[in-house]
């Protein structure tokens, strides 16, 4: 057991928690919730080639990128002596909808390593079937940490007031703007959160863009009610939280005049995205919308992502200042009409350049 303090009856612990992953999502609730409870939080610092190389030699190789980021920050914290870490086990974190298993794995991954890392806090949470499992995991956390139970779910209830007032606000502002901003490339980044967010992964490709003259929208600011929506229409409903995030901003996003381009960010490794990725791209082949895949991996470099993303703008900016569709290496027009692609949803059958 880690250090207690029990200067008011209240347990005090040091509580580690990686910033990778699943924190870009949910890091605001588990430090409000964390520091309601009187427990000191340590995040790991931002990701850096130190982090990313040691987590790669402590992971099975088949693992993807994100997660063995994952490993690398878990090791930095078990040298910043903390009592725990906090190490949840994802499962769903909405109805009918999984986590990818890997994430689901990441305690079990941990614990099967050989490195040395603090006692873990690993709570499953696992919301498919029903809303009372979140009674569940609190009472995990509450058990590991001996937490009075009343006031871990009051503290969660605040924890998730907070981050739910922070997704409004985002998701507010897009509303609330136009998607063409006068002057700018509107782009739209398809990725998971934690690829967004972590600088080191992405080679800081939001700020590039905007150095670059582009607006940037992430899917993160898209409502969920507008991104299910948009898959009511699916033969099958998709049981990925990700792929739905991914799939349903997209096609809201591909109809809007203003949007010019989408840029889809995926991981080496990545099992969902290797499928979500195909429907992404067809859907946009579809509705006649330029695109660019990048996938990263460990040996990513900046100066071939900035010699992609230059090409990719340049060729978005060349067809808007042409009004075409798309242009063919010999100059030609190829396409279909894209404003009634877009309009219609009507399929274009010609391909795009940009892929
Ligand atoms: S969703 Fe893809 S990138 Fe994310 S942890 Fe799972 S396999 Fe890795």
Same mark, same amino acid.
């Given at each position: 057991?880690?250090?207690?303090? *029990? ?31 009187? @427990? ?42 903390? !009592? ?23 305690? !079990? ?5 050989? &490195?040395?890392? =603090?006692?873990?806090?690993?709570? @499953? ?10 009674? !569940? ?6 058990? &590991? ?20 007032? *922070? ?12 998607? %063409?901003?006068?002057?700018? @490339? ?11 967010? !972590? ?57 809007? =005049? ?18 979500? %990725? ?45 009004? *075409? %569709? ?17 309009? &219609? ?5 010609? @391909?795009?350049?940009?892929?």
């Amino acid at each position: 057991m880690g250090e207690k303090t *029990e200067g008011d009856g209240i347990l005090k612990y040091r509580i580690g928690i990686p910033r990778a992953v699943m924190y870009y999502q949910f890091g605001t609730i588990w430090k409000s919730f964390f520091h309601t409870m009187d @427990t000191e939080v340590i995040v790991s610092g931002e990701t850096n080639k130190k982090i990313l190389d040691e987590g790669a030699t402590r992971v099975v190789d088949e693992a993807c990128l994100p997660v063995k980021v994952y490993f690398g920050h878990a090791m930095q914290l078990a040298r910043e002596e903390v !009592d725990f870490l906090f190490i949840p086990r994802l499962v769903s974190i909405e109805k009918k909808a999984f986590i990818c298993p890997k994430l689901m794995g990441l305690p !079990d991954m941990l614990s099967a390593g050989k &490195s040395s890392l =603090p006692p873990l806090i690993k709570p @499953t949470l696992n919301l498919v079937k029903s809303e009372s499992r979140l009674e !569940d995991f609190l009472q995990d956390i509450a058990k &590991s940490l001996s937490f009075d139970k009343k006031k871990t779910r009051q503290a969660w209830h605040l924890a998730q007031g907070v981050y739910n007032k *922070e997704m409004e606000s985002k998701r507010r502002s897009f509303l609330e703007n136009q998607i %063409d901003c006068p002057g700018l @490339t509107t782009i739209f980044l398809a990725a998971h959160p934690y690829l967004i967010h !972590d600088r080191f992964l992405n080679l800081n490709i939001v700020d590039k863009l905007k150095k670059m003259g582009c607006r940037v929208i992430l899917p993160e600011e898209i409502p969920p009610e507008v991104q299910n929506a948009e898959l009511s229409c699916l033969r099958k409903p998709l049981f990925w939280s990700f792929g739905k995030m991914q799939l349903g901003s997209v096609r809201f996003i591909a109809r809007q =005049p203003g949007a010019k381009g989408i840029i889809i960010l995926s991981s080496f490794g990545c099992g969902i995205d290797s499928f979500i %990725d195909n429907m992404v791209v067809r859907y946009l082949k579809k509705m006649g919308v330029p695109y660019l895949n990048i996938i990263l991996d460990e040996h990513s470099g900046a100066a071939g992502l900035d010699t992609r993303i230059e090409a990719f703008l340049d060729m978005l900016r060349w067809k808007e200042s042409k009004d *075409e %569709d798309y242009v063919s290496t010999y100059g030609s027009y190829l396409g279909c009409d894209e404003g009634t692609a877009r309009a &219609s949803g009507a399929g274009c059958s010609s @391909t795009t350049l940009f892929q």
